[in-house]
């Protein structure tokens, strides 16, 4: 902030006329005295950790990095300062499940602080708050977005999963059903094959077990029944090699003439040996399932 001096000046040949004129002040050095000491920088109230922070961050530019008055005055204000790192952290509180903890959350955001004490400049006059803040929670967001996703897609393609969400939010209050995919493009002036870019890859954000239940309707939940989804994975049938060359062999079979098919009519029935093939396959086939559930 400019500060204004006001300096009295006495007129030529008179002493006992002054003028008052305004001159501006000198720009504001950096603190040169010593820095108070700090026992318990983190039970300090905000409003004096507001204050001792502004001169503590003047006295820090004025320091010669690696000596030990530096490292006091930079440590000092991180834990002054933790408190802006835990009102950033609620925000997040939503997205903290049992994978994630609280402390974690707080860890990251304090390396945030760090680096918006480094790049603080005084001379700026602007609250140490204002550029805390986005640092703090611009590292608490780069955690969520490089740890949290099952599977890790594109930052492109997490950042417009957050967009969808909100657009399939307000679009379902507007319309009183799930939005289309046309409408969602529409609505973020995106692509039909962006949004649905965009929907595929929001899938990879949880997983789920596959001993878990899957298909329960609420009945069955309430009951505690319900498939897992590992009786729903396919597995390699050995019945399907047999079927698989039946299924070969069968245009090369009617190309052959009926003696050389081997077709018969016993008491005037017709049974080519496909038919019987074919039954044989359908039998294998379903012993082999009814043994894979039991």
């Not at 597995?235 to 090369?252: G, I, K, N, Y």
């Amino acid at each position: 902030m400019s500060h204004v001096a006001a300096a009295t000046i006495p007129a030529r040949g008179k002493a006992s006329d002054a003028v008052t004129r305004t001159e501006p002040a000198a720009v504001a050095r950096p603190y040169e005295g010593p820095l108070p000491q700090v026992d318990n920088a983190r039970a300090m109230a905000p409003a004096d950790a507001r204050e001792l922070s502004r001169l503590f961050l003047m006295r820090l530019k004025a320091l010669e990095e690696g000596t030990r008055e530096y490292q006091y005055a930079r440590n000092t204000l991180i834990e002054m300062n933790i408190s802006l790192v835990r009102f950033a952290a609620r925000r997040f509180a939503a997205r903290i499940n049992a994978d994630i903890e609280i402390d974690d959350v707080i860890q990251v955001g304090t390396i945030g602080l760090i680096k918006a004490i480094d790049r603080f400049d005084p001379d700026r006059e602007v609250e140490f708050s204002t550029l805390a803040i986005p640092y703090i929670t611009g590292e608490i967001k780069r955690y969520f977005r490089d740890t949290t996703w099952a599977v890790h897609v594109p930052r492109r393609l997490q950042e417009l999963r957050v967009e969808l969400a909100k657009c399939q939010e307000t679009l379902t209050e507007t319309l009183g059903r799930a939005p289309s995919v046309k409408e969602i493009a529409g609505h973020l002036e995106l692509s039909e094959e962006e949004v649905s870019e965009g929907l595929v890859a929001a899938n990879g954000y949880s997983s789920t077990s596959i001993d878990s239940a899957g298909g329960t309707t609420d009945r069955t939940a309430a009951r505690g029944e319900g498939r897992p989804l590992s009786d729903t994975v396919g597995d390699v049938d050995s019945a399907m090699t047999l079927f698989e060359d039946c299924h070969t062999l069968a245009p090369l079979l009617r190309a052959l003439s009926p003696q050389a098919r081997g077709e018969w009519k016993p008491d005037g029935w017709h049974l080519p040996m496909l038919l019987v093939c074919v039954a044989a396959v359908a039998v294998v086939i379903w012993v082999a399932r009814l043994r894979r559930r039991k």
